[in-house]
């Protein structure tokens, strides 16, 4: 089992109709998935923030269209078998854990009545964030040392009272909950009978504790440990009780306890105590705000049974958006590694940390790797799916250093015809071109070069030779982008920075400047010389550096088209090319 997560089918839900996307993840490596705003990577985390235990259920706003007829249907192919979720069938639940983590933010109206004529006001707020949907009753455990010695026997002196030690340890309750199947304490031929004669044999010794105790060392220590269930708890005990005997008979102590009508959820009720200290020393480590923000137990609605574990964030003015964002998404991560259970989990991040300053972005990278060393040390798989409209490669602090990023660019398109212009890039360290095509191909410049005969012999288009053709070619590719046509991404790459690069020289007064300026390396560095001699350059031309700056020298098994494309299809940028132009 190669435990590949290979595609995810999405079909009727918010702005995807029908999509598959062949992803091929591999488990404990982070992945993102980038695509330009308005693609539909919101719908990927709505289809899975929608599936339900039984179904598939979305909101109404959440259907295609806003069309309740259009049934919604979420695929998600994991070595080679289909796990499907529709609105009455979700088999995906039988194989993954799921989580969406997304922003706490939301618009919010308020209408007031002042008579003669209604005011609407808006603001930004932020939605709390529920750890906990219930938290449990309050119930103790059933423990007595009396009780606990009748039920040794005569010698049950020997027992520790552990009521206000290990009885109200958070940290051995967690262990415990973690490594201990109480189950294993009911049964007769592994753990009930040979406990029962041990005990037999140390009731049947008379003195005092420390006589009592010494013959257990002497005679019984070797039996007790011979009983699995008991030396497992016994070595959970020994990071809290330093005397081996005592390990042991605490031990028998917690096993009985284990026994008693209240103890699962006395049990739980420590745990969620535990887990409410956890939230808040997590919170108070990391709030860097004014609040002090805390969990907070409040019911849902007046009428609720119980009350729910909740973080209430003040109002989203009361906050920067990075404070806002690390909070959020740390609370919610630690949600989602309290509720992850299965042996395979999904957690899809839903653009969460597109507005982190550098040192929240690095702290963001910290949790999710510390979720993926977790699995990793269990022997079990997660998938983090990262949901962006961003570029990871712009990203100055998104390294991820141990684990090799899966980026996946959501918007390509397979049946597009590969870059013929890629294979210039491919040649262009080749000692007969380098040079030259440097100076004369991928720059404007006003002289011609012909490499016809150098470009034949590397089997390049020999028509491409005569720079100034070249231009022409480049250009008509940017032509037909611009009509929405098929087009060569690397082409209009190139077509953009000679044409950016021709107005700027064309602007120049004098012919010793503009000597200067084809001098001059780098296309930046060619603007900002004509703003050093007083020619005013259209800040646009720079913005375009997003596209033109884009580092055209061969590294094998680079993917150069994709990130490109998904800039090119960027309404905004496509409208920026178009007046350059124009």
Known sequence: ????????????????????????????????FAAPNGFGKSSIACAFESLKSSKLELEEKNFHLKDGSLQPEVKVTFDSTDYVATNTTNSIVTKFDYFVINSPLYAKCTKRNTGRFTAVSSSLESENIELMATIPDKIEFEYAISAMSGKFGVNGKILPNIKSTLILNLEFWYLFSKKVDIRDFTKRITFENPLNLIIQRVNAQNGSSHVVKDFIVTNELSNLSNIVPLK?????????????????????EIAWLSQTRTFKKALEYLLYTKEKLFYNDLLNTIDTTRHNICVTEKKKTSSAPKKSLIIEFPSADQMSNGQRDILSFIAQIQKARRDFKKQHCILVIDEVFDYLDDANLVAFQYYVTNLIEEFKEQGRYLYPILLTHLDPSYFNHFCFNKHKLQIRYLASNTSRTPSVFLNMVKHRKHSSIEETVSKYHFHFNPVEANLENEFQTLTLRKAWGKSHNFYLMVKDEVTKYLASQNYDSIAVLLGIRIEIEKLAYDKLPTQPLKDTFIATHKTKSKLEFCEENGITISEIHYLLGLIYNDDLHWHEHRDYETPLISKLENITIKKMIQEIFS
Not at 8 to 28: A, C, M, R, S, Y
Not at 232 to 252: G, M, Q, R, S
């Open 1 to 32: 089992m190669s435990n590949k997560l290979e595609k995810i089918e999405i079909q009727n839900i918010k702005g995807i109709g029908n999509k598959q996307f062949t992803v091929d993840l591999h488990p404990n490596k982070p992945a993102i």
């Open 232 to 252: 497992n708890l016994a070595d959970i005990i020994k990071k809290f009780v330093d005397i081996e005997i005592d390990t042991y008979l605490i031990a028998i």
